[in-house]
Structure formats: C-alpha cells, structure tokens
C-alpha cells in the first residue's frame, strides 16, 4: 500500500448510476402509477444486497472450517463475523417495520402486476440456508415442488451446486469431532459426568419420592418426567442410541460432535474453549434470528394480503410458519442446555489437563 | 395549577427506597451467590413496571370507548396511547435481548431456587389479555389448568373480575357496529361494493377459463383457489353465513362491526375516517407485536432450558408457541384485507356522503 | 387492473444482475484483498437505496403542499409518508451499528485506495437536505468550500437546481400562513392567549417575590429568568420583533405561520387539527432523526480514524458534530413548547368556532 | 444445590406489592390528574432498575481487575458483563422513544408539581460515572454546583466514597501497565514500529511533494496536515512528551498503558491478545453509548421543554450537551486509531513471541 492511488469519486466507487436506475416500477410501465411500488421495490432490493454480505461472510467463515485444521487464529476472526452476519440479521428483522407502513389497500395497487414473482424466488436466500446447511429433506415443500424448481435455470444450477458442496454445518461437524480433551492420559471426563449427573439424578429422585407436600397424582407425574430426563441422558452417553437419534432425524451432529459441543459449553471459561464457544453461541444465534425473521415476515403476510393466495402462488403466511419452525439447521445446539449439569456439580478437571486449556505465557496481569 | 408546590426529591418522588431494595437474590439467601439472578430478578421487574404501564393506557381507552358515545375528541387520544403501547411493546421485544446474555448454564445456577415460580404467574399479563378481551375458551391451558389457577387468591379474584367486565373488543365491537354511513337515504355501499366484486370475480374467472398458457390440472387448481375467494366473499355478505362463523369461532366480530370494519378501511383516506382507520391499525399492530414477543420469548426459553421442563412444571416453550399462534384478540381485523378491492375499483360515494365524511369548516388551505 | 399481465421473475424485476454486479472493490483490483471492504460497499448502497425512498416520499408530500389549495385528503396521506421516513431514518441510524462491526485497523487495510471519496459526495443526501428546505447560508462549509462543489458537474447541476425550487420548509409556511380560526366573527384568540399568559406570568412573579425560602440571590436569579421569559411571549406576539428575530436567524417561519403552528399545538385535540398536529410532529422528528444520525456517525468516524483526517481530506469528526447541531430545517418548531401554556389555563373557544373543527356529520359513536 | 427450597411464588420473588405500588403521582395527590404523569415516573422508576444492573455489572468487573493479579479465566467473564452492559445501554436509549410519546402539553399539565426534582439527582447514575472514572475536574458544572451538592445528604456520602475509590478507568490502567510482551530478549517491539512508521511516513511525504495534480496551495495544506500526524507520532514514542500531554489532560492512560492498548489492537488476531482486545472495545463502547444517550436525551428535553428551563432549574438541553462531550472516559482509546498501521506494515514478531502469544495445548483442529 505504498504507491499512491487514482482518485475516485464516491458514485463511480459505488456505482451509483447502476443502483439508482435498477428500480422499474411495473404499475409506471402500465400507467397506473402506484406510490408504494418504489417502497416495495427498494425493501427487496435492500434484503438481496444484505443477502449478499451474509453469503460473504458465510464464505470466508467455510473456507476458514472446511479445512483439516483451523488456525486457531483463526477462531476469532470467525467469531466477528458471525457476530457481523446476526447484526445484519438484526436489521432484516427491523426492516420488516418499513414494509409494514404499507397497507394493505395500498398493495393491492400493484400486486396483480407482480404474478407469479415471490419472495420464494430469492436465490441468495436460498444459497445462504444451503450454506448453512438445510438439508433438502427438511424443507418446507411448497405446493409440492422443491424450492429450486421456482427459480431460473442459471439460478437452479449455483442452488444445486451449493446444496452439494460443504456446508458449514458439515464443516463444524468435521471440526468438533476433532477437538482433543476429551480422554486425556487416564482421566476419562466422561465417566466423570456420567457420575456426577448419576448422583444428581438418584438426589432428584429422593426428592421427589419423599416430599411430603406432593400429592400422589403429582408424584407419579414428577416421575415420569424425571424417568424422561433420565432416558435423555442416557441417549447422550451412548452411542447406538446417539446413532439411532440421527437416523431418526432428531439428532445431526455426529457423536463425538456432540460430546465436544457439550464440553465447550461446560467448561467455556477455560482459555482456550471460550472462542470456540462464543462461535457455537453465534451459531445458534443466526438460527434464531433467521428462524425470528421467518415468523415476523410471515405475521407481516398474513396482514398484507389476508386469507388470499401470495403472489406467488401458495399461501404464503402458512410456508413461512412452517418454515421458522423447521429451517433451523443447529438445532442439537438448541437442545444441548438439556444437558448442562451446575457448575458446583462439574467435575473437577486435573491440574495438567487445565494448564493445557490455558495460554502458553503465564501472564499474571 | 396555580400556587407554588412543595419542594420534591427526586429519590423521593420516584420511591427509590422501595425500588431498589426489591432485589432479594435467592442464591444470596442460600449463601450460593449467582451473579446472574440480579439481571433474572431485573428484567422481570422491568417487564412488570411496563405491565402497568400497558394496564394504566388500556384502562383509560376502555374508558372512553365503553361508552354509548364515543366523543370524537377522543379518538384521537385513544390512537395516541394505542401508539404509546406498541411503542412499549417493542421495547418489551428488544429487552429479551438482554435476558439472552443470560446463558444457559448461568440460569442453572440458580433455577432451582425459584420452583415453581414462573411468569405463567404474572398476574398483570393475564389482566392485560382480559381487558384486551381474551376469552377464556381461547386461552391454551397449562397442564389442563386454567390461568386463574397458578396464582394466588387475590390475584384470582381480580383475574376473574376483568374476565366478567367489558373488554376492549367488547367496546370496539359496540363502537363499530354504531357507525352509520352504510345505508345513507337511497345509497346502499353494500349493493354497490357487490357488484365491484362480482365484475372482478367474473373476470378473474375469464382469465382462468382462458389462460392459453395453463395446463389443465393448473386451470382446476386456480378454479378452486378462485371458488374459495368467491364463498369468502359471499359469507361477508350474508349475515346468517357470518352468524355462523361466529358460532364456529372463525369469526368474532358482529355482522355489523365486520362491515364498519371494511368500510373504514376501504374509505380511510375520508378525513371523518382517518383515525377510526389508524385506531384499527393499532389494535391489529398490539395483537402482532405481543404474538410476535410470545414466540420470541418461547425461542428464548428453548435455549435457556433445552427440552427440561420450566420453573413452572411444563414445558414453557411449547407452551409459549401455542398461546403465540391462538392469543391474538382482534384477528377479525387480520382477514379483513381478503375483502379489500382495489381503489379503482370501488364504488364512487355520492357528493352528498362524501361532504359529510368531510370537516365541518371548508378550508382550503 | 382488469386483465392479465406477463409474468415476471423476481430477480428480473429487482433487477438484480445489475444490483449484485455492483459491487467492485478497490482492494481485488489493487490485488490487495481487504475482506471488509465489501461491507463498506454495501452499507453504503443500503444507504443510497434509502436515500432515494426518502427522495421519493418527500417529493410527493412537497407535490400535495406546494398547491395553493391542500386537498384536506391530503394531510393524512402526507402524515402516513413522512411517518414512513422516520420508520426509515430508525433503520439508518441503526445501519451504522453494522458498520462498527468493522474495526479502525480492518478499515486501515483499504482506506487509501479511497481517496478522495467520501460520503460528503453523497449528492442523494445533499438533495434531501435541500429538499426539506437546508439553506445554503445555515450550511457547515467544508475547509471553506461549498458543499456543490465536491461533487460531479451532473450532480452539482441538480443540486443547485434543487437549492432554488420550492422546498418542504417553504411549502409548510405558506400553508401554515393561510391557516384560518386565528381571528373568527368578534373572537380574536391571541387578545384571549396574551390575557391568560399575562395573569400566568403575574402569578408566577409574585411567587418568586413572596417565596419566604429563597436567599436574595436566588431571588433575582429568578427574576432574571422570569424577566428573559416574559420578553420571549412578548416577541411572540409582536410582528415587528418577530420579523427583527427572522432577519437575525433566529426565527425562520413568518410571524403568521408561527402563531398558526403554536395554534394547531394548543388546540391538537379538536378533529380538524389534529392530522396538522401529527403533520408538524412528523416534521420535528425527521429534524431530530437526522440530527441524530449525525452524531452518532461523527462518534462512529472518530472511533474509526481517531484523530486523523477522513478521505475527504477533512476531518469528517467534526464536521458531522457541526451539522449534527446546524443542518436542523425546522428548529422553530423545537422552540415552539417555550409558548406552551397548559390545558387548563387555555381560552375556552366560542361554541360556534368549537363546531367549525369538528367534523360535518354528527356522529355520536 | 442439592436440597429442596421452599415453594416461591413468582409476585413474592419479585416483591411486586412493593414494586407497583412505588408510583405516586403528584397531580392526583392535588387532584389534577395527569394521565402522561404515570408515564413520566415508569419510565423513570425503569431507568433507575437498568442503573442498579449496570452498577452490578460494574462492580463485578471492578473486583476482578482491581486485584494484582487478573485471572485469565476472567477476562473473558469480564467482556460477557461489559458486552451485557452496552445491550443495557441500547435499551436505555431506545426507552427515550417511550418518553417522547408524550407531547410537550401533557407534560406541562404536571411539570410545575415536580419543581425541582430532576434527573441530575440521579445519584446512580453519578455513582456510575464515579465507577467508570469520570474524574470530578472533567465535570460539566451545573449552576457553577458541584454535582453532589444537588444530592441528599446520605447519597452525597456515597457519592464522594466512590469518587474516592479505584475506578474502572484507574483498574485498567494499572492492569495495562502491567502487560508483558512489549520488550522480550532481545526483541524491542517498538523499534521495530518506530522503523516502520518512519518508511510510511518519508513515503507519504513524497507522494505530497511530486503529486503533479496539487496546486501549490493544496501541497502546503497537505504538508501542514502531514507535519501534525508526524508530531503525533513523535509524543506517542516518548515518554516526557506524553506525560506533558497527561499534564495538559490531553492524555489520561500513563505511557506504558497506552503503548500496552495500542499493542493490543495491533496484534489482536494473537489468541492470547483477543479478549483484552474484545474488552478494551467494549469499554470505548461503553463511553460511546452513553454519550449518545446524554445526546438524545438533550435533544428530547429541547423539544419538551422549549427554550424554558429545567424542572431542577437549569437549561437541561445545554448541560445534556456538554456532558455529551466531555464526560467520556477512556477518550484515549478513542484516539488510538491514530497510531494504528496498517497490518501489511507491522513488524513481523519473532517466531518464540509469536508462540507466546499461543494457547499452551497445541490444537490443530
């Protein structure tokens, strides 16, 4: 960055004459001007070009995972952009606000102009929920149809690419498998946990079998779900019955994953597991949000255009529902609190293993 | 307001003695100090203030529209603190977000101290959904309990009051069907808003029966799609088909209400129906923003615990899901657009109508 | 809208092979691959793209409010878009916050690739700016230059056009000024409101003078400040001294559009006044927003490039503060709660002009 | 947490008969009552709530870094409650929105009743400010008062105690200073930078002097801009220089804390440098949300009050404003981009540093 650079005026840098002139209202081109398509245009417009800033990052995040090894360097980096991509998501989910000034009457100006084009038909959106991860089994089908079957040819293709390449679900998977620490020389953590959850639980137990103010209705109700969470644990701590789940489709990441995730998030004060926690937390925060999203748009459909088909062709309100519902790729991350014991109950870890989980320099600052 | 008032301090004016000395950590009690009960016991008292915030509005809304006439001073007013209400709604939204830097093994640390405490028990809430008119057949129950149920007596009997007085949609739906203009001297809206969908039916129908470009099973498809908006349609127009819906709880509204309800939406831009319109848009707007904070907060729960139960003894998150989908109150007012048509498309207002929607002194400024 | 139109393909209508093309930074030309640089691309397209909404809406609102005669309509259509800007500028304000995800040494990476672009070339803001009615006396220079004279021959053409057409500012006082009610039949309200002002501020002043708690000292510092308020009413209701404070930029609206907008404050909750009242109100708050996106996007500048000089070539810090607190358009309506005398000591209006503000038809709802 | 704990109901956990019956407003007390009053205290009474958490917060921070020594473990606990902290804070400023839902006339239908109650009495909101280090010679006066004599007897003893006590600001800099790795071996890292700058700057001086497109005038300007950034420079690298600036209240971190920051931001991506980097931002953040607060909060009290002045007796608007300014805290890390160089400029550290700067274990995951 020594030499010096042409000057540049901020509309080329920007290309202003590019963006300023991509809004074509329909209703202008038939003559029957209506003031709110301009709106609706640019909130899309705004949507795709922030889409396209979460594919970036997304990119740069699966090319640092998807490799044998992480540079641990690395993790931070990461972490801030995730951490950038649920900011973004932050403002998609405000920018719904801005649609909502539009009423209903005022769309329909213009909506029949629109047919068959739909938001269905984003395929940066589509391209982001394969980046992440969805599995074209646990799509939401809309009328029947895959969701690449509603896009153009050229669009279908980068869709099918993406739906085959690594995800960074997979990517995460790969990495979590690997993580170390888990039997380390002859200290077996998970027999540990095992113990430690065995005697909270038979605790438990007592409790609910001697307290005096329990009704028997209650008490046989309180076993039950105690008999519930006693299976789940179980279910963790073996793998046929972890493998079983996945078949099922209730679980998805392997089971070493899920150990390792399980770890992180007990001992994520120690050094070095905190990045990597703080990066599985980012995870599951996108989740939420795009899953936040989904629901606040579908809210925001149902308003506009009522008991009435979209533009698209389907009820769009009831996909969108479904789709917040079931589009979330890391839900394992969402169901591992089930699995955190306290604190005051967590094993103990041995003097050698916790100097290896912290920094190399002993700084005592 | 014309003397001069006693000296007042702040701390005084504001109680801060008794506001900042509400905050009794359970875990400091049980000498297992968790750092983040304070925030848990906080947040929740900042969601109790806004509560009676949310209570103090309605009630003086209530108040001017449970009246046989409503003073058109007040409509105005009225739209303003609805306003004020969505305004707090949102805040109530973003403050999740801090309970989210709670994280699960956090809460862990001191769950237990707070069985089965639970806001299931926050009496304000429930009173909020009775004055906004939530019927108790409506209501999702927990563990086949009634809401009344989980709190304490006192609590219950003012439960059960609000439940017995006038709700809001109790009062709006009086207000509406009062509203005249729907048959004025010769002119019935009705006949002619008829015959506007009747040509936009017809026509529509013609476009389907003629499509070149639709396979046959798409031509049936769209006729069905197209014989559902036709019924629709026929049952706002027909009283016994609405009393019907009424009866099956797909409809709530009275006949009348639902057509004052059209109108004003059809005709909002009237000066006479201006805030009529705004008033509407708001209760749909309070409906939508505590919909949308139920599911937030259910998302919320189901990272904070994972598949356990909740402090309350079931399971908060599905809980929370279903009273998202089933506690909206005005959802009449979310099917109305079905019934907009376009404004070209409605029928022109006689000269005579039109003046009177208007303002009494003609300005033309 | 009666017959069938082709169909369209979302990306098609969005345009999106010239809006996702639109993107090239320096930095992959310059074979120096900065990763954030795409963000501080699209942020800044996010921001144009609303520009030109908010361009859209205030064209259209200035098209109702530059007529001789406002169609009555009008107002609230003109209330719902310039609401729709402050929903806007919410989301532009927060937009910044995407930005500061982005840290001063990531920035450093690509930032002389920049210059001298900068967003003062912003020719998009500079038209709002102008407008809204931002004279090209009240404007901060730049290191002494103009602000025209950053920007492109094409541009500058179209802001020195827009900076001698009618702007919102200008539209808003003519109609203010040809507000009626001030003087009706025998009835003059302001000989009513200076009366009521006058026994206020007798009031006031004997409670300083009597007031057994006060030292002397605090005694004449009372006196003072009652003395400098009462020279305020007084040039309130004096057209000369009112046209003395426009001459030395104190005031800007003419002494009638003044007193019609302390009139519309005052009486808000009569029906025909209160769409003016939210009218004025929505105008104070876009003031207040922008003001506030100013501030915000000095503090994030600082923090990005410390205490260097911007790539305009200026330091951006401070010349954001400067706008943050000169660039506002209509700070007499900020100043207008000085004249604010409360309900109770209002004039009672005459009857008859009571019933020219309502509404033409009686309705007792 | 073995045991079972008595049954807790959630209205007694919170103390709410002491909580919602801590409103009492003054204009029903004279039996003139004020709707918005309710408003106006709830608003305030939540205010304080989110002070008393972030003043938790505080606290904790405060305890772990006032030690000799700071645990490794707890830097990243430390960046979770400052990052809690400024989510607070966003919320804070967005809760003005509720408050600006009342008008200016409401408000003065009981602003006469509160004379002169005030928000500066907030004696939280100064004990904050004390924590954070806001030393009492930075303070915007009020009245020429010092801002503990506006306070009651027993909050000015708290108020001067913590004035008194080791601050955030006086905790960070003792811990900065302690910061090892700025001279190791043989390795002087600030040769190196020293180096480094100089190259970049005899570079930037040449382009100035040969640029052909500078007329004679924009070369001088450009050299004076250049000579200052070089002067920069010069007081950053030595010692008496920046104590000279500490004099003057330019600087505030001592040398070595400010070298320390400065290092840190450079090398942040280094594992071990990654969380004091993520802490030092969240201070600056801190310091940055409340000056936008301060800001809006200024600009709200303008449109509420006019040009009249404040219940506590003093212009609201201007005090908010200058506190704005000046009573950030860590202002120098505000001004460390200054000295930032760009990463494709910085020493290379030698290899044994480099793996310092590491985790212990070393992971290729």
Redesign the interface.
């Known amino acids: 960055?020594?030499?010096?650079?042409p000057?540049?005026?901020?509309?080329d840098?920007?290309?202003?004459e590019?963006?300023?002139?991509?809004?074509?209202p329909?209703s202008d081109e038939?003559n029957?001007h209506a003031?709110d398509e301009?709106?609706f245009?640019?909130v899309?417009?705004?949507y795709?070009?922030?889409f396209?800033?979460i594919i970036?990052e997304l990119s740069?995040v699966l090319d640092m995972f998807c490799k044998d090894?992480?540079d641990?360097?690395n993790?931070?980096?990461a972490v801030?952009r995730l951490?950038?991509i649920t900011?973004?998501q932050?403002?998609l989910i405000?920018?719904l606000?801005?649609l909502e000034?539009m009423?209903?009457?005022d769309f329909?100006?213009f909506r029949?102009?629109?047919?068959?084009?739909?938001?269905?038909?984003?395929?940066?959106f589509r391209l982001i929920e394969n980046m992440m991860g969805l599995n074209i089994e646990n799509r939401v089908k809309l009328d029947e149809k895959n969701y690449y079957s509603l896009?153009?040819d050229e669009?279908q293709k980068m869709l099918l690419d993406s739906q085959n390449s690594v995800s960074l679900f997979d990517a995460v998977d790969q990495?979590l498998s690997?993580?170390?620490?888990l039997k380390i020389d002859k200290f077996d953590f998970w027999e540990h946990y095992k113990y430690a959850v065995g005697t909270m639980m038979e605790?438990e137990k007592q409790?609910i079998l001697t307290?005096p103010?329990f009704t028997e209705e209650k008490r046989e109700k309180q076993l039950k779900?105690f008999e519930g969470?006693v299976e789940?644990f179980e279910a963790l701590l073996n793998e046929d019955k972890h493998n079983e789940l996945v078949k099922q489709g209730v679980r998805r990441f392997s089971y070493k994953s899920t150990l390792a995730a399980l770890f992180i998030?007990?001992y994520?004060?120690?050094?070095?597991l905190?990045?990597p926690f703080r990066f599985l937390?980012y995870l599951?925060d996108i989740d939420?949000l795009f899953?936040?999203w989904r629901?606040?748009h579908a809210?925001m459909v149902?308003?506009?255009?009522?008991?009435?088909?979209g533009t698209g062709g389907s009820s769009g309100h009831h996909y969108l529902m479904q789709t917040a519902e079931k589009h979330k790729v890391f839900k394992d991350l969402?169901?591992?609190?089930?699995?955190?014991?306290?604190?005051?109950?967590l094993p103990e870890l041995p003097e050698e293993l916790k100097?290896?989980?912290?920094?190399?320099?002993k700084?005592?600052?």
């Open positions: 960055m020594k030499k010096s650079y000057s540049i005026y901020y509309s840098y920007l290309h202003l590019k963006l300023l002139t991509s809004q074509s329909k038939y029957e003031h301009m709106l245009i640019i899309h417009q705004a795709e070009l922030w396209k800033q970036h740069s090894n992480v641990e360097k993790i931070g980096v801030s951490r950038r900011t973004i932050r403002l405000d920018q606000n801005i000034t009423t209903p009457l329909l100006e029949d102009f629109l047919i068959p084009a739909s938001g269905f038909q984003s395929f940066q896009v153009s669009h990495w690997r993580i170390p620490f605790n409790i307290n103010s779900v969470t789940k998030n007990l994520r004060d120690e050094p070095i905190h990045l937390t599951a939420e899953t936040t629901y606040k809210l149902h308003r506009m255009i009522g008991a009435k088909v969402f169901d591992l609190p089930t699995y955190l014991i306290p604190r005051s109950e100097s290896r989980l912290g920094f190399n320099y700084i005592k600052i």
